[in-house]
């Protein structure tokens, strides 16, 4: 697909989720070991990142894809853990005290910080509130004033 979108002239943005992003990984290595040459007319989004997106990046960059935007939740365990992006102590807790609201009994589309697309870290504490997540949204209030300007 990438081969023929780039032969064909076409631009393409393509938006990768999670299992996506590592397919999406594998794609790139597959084209890069048969095809080879640019893809220059493509352009990717990461979100919820299963793959490891500084090899993700380098990858892409190296093919001459454009990274629109890499939107990772800090407090979802898919890429902070799984994906490889964030292996900190302070990511481990994060992920940890979360992950009951990405799979378990409390999770929910509206509250998981992995199911929708991540819109930063204010956005995610509101829909925290708005779904009655208030100690949890309290949580992320914590991550908010101890990482103030550092985080989007």
């Not at 002239?9 to 095809?35: D, E, P, T």
């Not at 007319?41 to 500084?54: D, E, F, K, M, P």
């Not at 629109?68 to 940890?96: E, H, Q, T």
């Not at 199911?115 to 992320?140: C, N, R």
């Amino acid at each position: 697909m990438l081969a023929q979108v780039q032969q064909q002239g076409k631009s393409v943005k393509w938006v990768v989720h999670s299992q996506g992003a590592i397919v999406f990984n594998a794609a790139l290595l597959h084209y890069r070991r048969h095809y080879g040459g640019q893809l220059h007319r493509q352009q990717l989004t990461i979100h919820g990142s299963g793959a490891n997106v500084s090899k993700l990046t380098q990858i892409a960059n190296g093919l001459g894809i454009k990274i629109v935007a890499v939107r990772n939740n800090p407090f979802d365990v898919v890429p902070n853990l799984a994906g490889g992006n964030d292996l900190s102590a302070s990511s481990l807790c994060r992920s940890i005290k979360f992950c009951g609201l990405v799979f378990g009994k409390d999770s929910e589309p509206g509250v998981s910080p992995h199911t929708l697309p991540y819109l930063g870290i204010e956005t995610y504490k509101q829909q925290l509130l708005m779904f009655g997540q208030h100690k949890k949204a309290d949580q992320v209030q914590k991550y908010i004033n101890k990482y103030a300007g550092k985080v989007s």
